[in-house]
Nanobody, 119 residues
Framework: QVRLVESGGGLVQPGGSLRLSCAAS?????????MGWYRQAPGKERELVAT???????FYADSLKGRFTISRDNAKNTVWLQMNSLKPEDSAVYLC????????????WGQGTQVTVSS
């Protein structure tokens, strides 16, 4: 199993920035995989923020393009989410996901890190 540990959340004022990190450890037997960030606000469904594949392909939620940037270091099994120009509506628990596609298929989730955007 893959263990994911997120960090970097916190309280930030509107317009500010945060950088989230997610480190994967354990039995990472994947060669082709996708790491991603999702978020869930109270009373709302979990939504995709951004994903990045093992070969560097990225995907962003349309509403977040231009403000959020996802990146990864395969050697460190770490993915980051740089969030700029934060808005109160960005407040949520941000969760890291690891999705292995080959040679085995499995998915792991982190516990999440709270991001609160408020003045």
């Amino acid at each position: 199993q893959v263990r994911l540990v997120e960090s970097g959340g916190g309280l930030v004022q509107p317009g500010g920035s945060l950088r989230l990190s997610c480190a994967a450890s354990g039995s990472i037997s994947s060669i082709i995989d996708t790491m991603g960030w999702y978020r869930q606000a109270p009373g709302k469904e979990r939504e995709l923020v951004a994903t990045i594949t093992s070969d560097g392909g990225t995907f962003y939620a349309d509403s977040l393009k231009g403000r959020f940037t996802i990146s990864r270091d395969n050697a460190k099994n770490t993915v980051w989410l740089q969030m700029n120009s934060l808005k109160p509506e960005d407040s949520a628990v941000y969760l890291c996901n690891f999705q292995s596609h080959w040679p085995t298929v499995y998915s792991s989730w982190g516990q999440g890190t709270q991001v609160t955007v408020s003045s």
